[in-house]
């Protein structure tokens, strides 16, 4: 956008921990079919990377502006820093974990010209929005008849009030920018910042619009996230939001008629949230009730009298300070928990005490001793060698637990022996969903993989697969797009871990003589180009054509035959694959990757692999037969994709990833080791590479 231009709408973006969802938020607005709009995204000083987020859009898209401030202000304050860069002529506020649905900045626009006469444009366009739940319901706004009914044409809050008794949000209105800097509208700090600038911005306007149209899905977090998942002393900034609210209204004494409705108005808001435990603790609940009689006393109108209803008999409990009454009522509607007979005998089972050195390990769902859980296991045995690891295995797979590994077998009374007394939990999957967990016992979810292929489970089961992730305490990451994802998909309170993947710490620490012992192991010296053959679909191509289009000292490994991943990756010179997560990891050892991405592969993915690949991309057969036989697989233009591949997504990936891990969640160290810049790591060499020059 041209400096000077004045765009339709301006849009603010206020970003603080907000890097799950911020993404699907810009993508909602650039995507949409009006184009005429520009995007100031806020960051709040944000811990999480978002500022990174804005800046990547603002790279991409001149319509997108970042503004970064220096401390974190909150959300009401970092509105006013968006609303000052604001060129357009209505100004639109979206938070970062909301989008909007398609087709809506068309829509708002041709309200606004529909509604425009000589008398001018409407100050607010109000539209309406649907609840969207981390489940994927959708639940439309108690008020949406409303527009139908009473939105027509051009009114006041007076003439229409029924409009200011929707939900107290600023994102479902759109702003004449004129009318906001006329009266020096501005948010003001703290929690329920919406609540003073809904009130005097529609009680403000002359001319008021109505769009009967779902523009904003409003995103309802299962956990953290929001306002109404944060419980403490920020919720009492509600009185003073209201405070706000009643002296504005009677600092001007046309607006006297309107005491009474907002005084019932902020009781029953004050209410809503006394009675989420979210919110108020049980421990501070009279507190806040006492508090809140206050608020009342201070702005009850002359004359007032309660309504005969059930809300009005709560409101009067508040006013007349009866917190016995209340809590009284609270206590007799709440339904008694009786747990299951089963769950009382386990959990009387394991009220034994925990041993602080017991950690319990499983990998690949008790199959293997493999992946992030070994090397931490093994880093374990080096960095705190008072842990005792006890690994879980299956019946079945007995066998691959090396000797001198201590191990139970699943199901047996040693395994429920050990759930009732480690500490520690480290997998790579979900525990079984029967484990009970006891306070005190910390669980490390370590993944097996950064994310392309989206994850998804049944809809009947994501309730359980939620209960399982609520155990976690930890969750670890190589990169900053594999928390995004784990954050959106696994919506819990486990604090992620962004130290890399330590099965991937020897791809970066091995040493070339390493590597030749592990080629030798598989019979292969260093004159053999040795390809491994990992796809997620096998059998899409003739494996002796593939090693005679790489010449005559070419070998193929195929992934599926050997247990031990990353001894192959180390083996391998050239990594061939399609839609397999395998490729995050063989990229730290900067070697050729090809991508076999035929229609017979294609799959359900976060990004388009082949938008942006790690080397070469065939599209059949005969192109990856065809890049071995030219080189074309190991020529720069492949390394250039190679190096982008890798500063997306081998970020955290240094070689000291099992040793953050076992300070931080066994030795309870914060300080641990930085992260090594890309730059300054060595991969393990290649011995063909090497050999060949």
Request: a negative charge; hydrophobic letters at 40%; one cysteine or more.
């Amino acid at each position: 956008m041209a400096l000077g231009t004045v765009p339709r709408f301006s849009i603010v973006v206020p970003c603080h921990a907000s890097r799950a969802w911020l993404r699907p938020c810009l993508d909602s607005v650039l995507g949409q079919s009006f184009t005429d709009f520009e995007v100031i995204g806020v960051d709040d000083a944000d811990p999480d990377g978002s500022g990174r987020i804005l800046d990547e859009y603002a790279a991409a898209d001149a319509r997108v502006r970042a503004v970064h401030l220096d401390e974190n202000v909150g959300l009401g304050l970092a509105r006013n820093a968006g609303l000052k860069e604001c060129r357009g002529e209505y100004v639109l506020f979206l938070d970062a974990d909301d989008v909007y649905s398609p087709g809506s900045l068309e829509a708002i626009a041709g309200r606004i010209d529909a509604t425009t006469t000589h008398r001018g444009q409407p100050d607010i366009v109000l539209f309406d929005y649907e609840r969207v739940f981390w489940d994927g319901r959708v639940m439309g706004s108690q008020r949406h008849d409303a527009f139908a009914r009473e939105g027509a044409g051009v009114f006041t809050a007076a003439e229409r009030p029924i409009f200011l008794t929707f939900l107290e949000v600023v994102w479902n209105k759109a702003y004449r920018r004129q009318f906001l800097t006329r009266h020096g509208f501005a948010f003001t700090s703290g929690f329920y910042e919406d609540a003073p600038w809904t009130y005097s911005t529609m009680l403000t306007a002359e001319r008021i619009a109505t769009l009967d149209r779902v523009v904003v899905h409003y995103r309802q977090h299962r956990t953290g996230g929001n306002i109404h998942a944060t419980s403490g002393r920020r919720q009492w900034d509600i009185f003073d939001q209201y405070d706000r609210v009643h002296a504005f209204i009677q600092s001007d004494p046309e607006l006297a008629g309107w005491r009474r409705f907002t005084f019932d108005r902020s009781l029953d808001h004050i209410l809503a949230v006394l009675a989420k435990p979210e919110r108020i603790d049980t421990d501070d609940r009279a507190e806040f009730f006492h508090a809140a009689h206050a608020f009342a006393k201070r702005w009850k109108p002359e004359g007032y009298g309660a309504d005969r209803t059930a809300r009005g008999f709560k409101r009067w409990l508040l006013i007349h300070d009866d917190y016995a009454t209340y809590s009284t009522l609270k206590l007799s509607a709440r339904m008694l928990h009786v747990p299951s007979a089963g769950k009382t005998v386990g959990k009387l089972l394991r009220r034994g005490k925990l041993d602080p050195n017991l950690v319990a390990y499983a990998a690949y769902w008790f199959k293997q001793y493999a992946c992030n859980p070994r090397a931490i296991y093994e880093k374990a045995a080096e960095l705190a060698p008072h842990l005792r690891g006890v690994w879980v295995v299956d019946n079945e797979h007995v066998g691959a637990i090396p000797e001198g590994i201590e191990y139970v077998v699943s199901d047996s009374p040693a395994y429920e022996k050990l759930l009732g007394k480690a500490t520690y939990f480290v997998s790579n999957m979900n525990w079984p969903k029967n484990l009970d967990k006891r306070a005190g016992q910390i669980h490390l979810q370590t993944q097996h993989g950064t994310p392309l292929k989206t994850v998804t489970f049944p809809d009947e089961g994501k309730d359980e697969v939620m209960r399982e992730v609520d155990r976690w305490d930890f969750n670890l990451s190589s990169n900053r797009y594999s928390s995004e994802i784990w954050e959106r998909t696994y919506p819990s309170y486990f604090e992620e871990l962004e130290y890399g993947y330590p099965r991937n710490d020897c791809l970066l620490t091995a040493t070339l003589d390493e590597v030749r012992a592990i080629r030798a192991g598989f019979g292969y010296d260093d004159s053999h180009l040795v390809i491994l053959y990992a796809p997620t679909l096998p059998d899409r191509v003739d494996l002796d054509q593939l090693a005679a289009a790489a010449g005559e000292h070419a070998r193929v490994l195929v992934a599926s035959q050997h247990p031990r991943i990353e001894d192959l990756m180390l083996a391998a010179d050239v990594l061939i694959s399609d839609y397999s997560s395998i490729t995050f990891d063989y990229a730290n050892l900067d070697r050729p990757i090809l991508l076999h991405l035929d229609q017979n592969s294609r799959r359900d993915t976060y990004f388009d692999v082949a938008e942006f690949p790690p080397g070469v991309v065939a599209r059949s057969a005969e192109e990856l037969y065809a890049a071995l036989r030219n080189g074309a697989f190991a020529a720069p233009e492949a390394a250039k994709h190679r190096h982008l591949y890798r500063e997306k997504f081998c970020e955290f990936d240094d070689g000291r990833a099992a040793e953050r891990v076992v300070r931080r969640v066994f030795l309870g160290d914060t300080d641990v080791p930085a992260i090594t810049p890309l730059a300054e790591r060595s991969p393990a060499p290649s011995a063909y590479f090497v050999h060949n020059g």
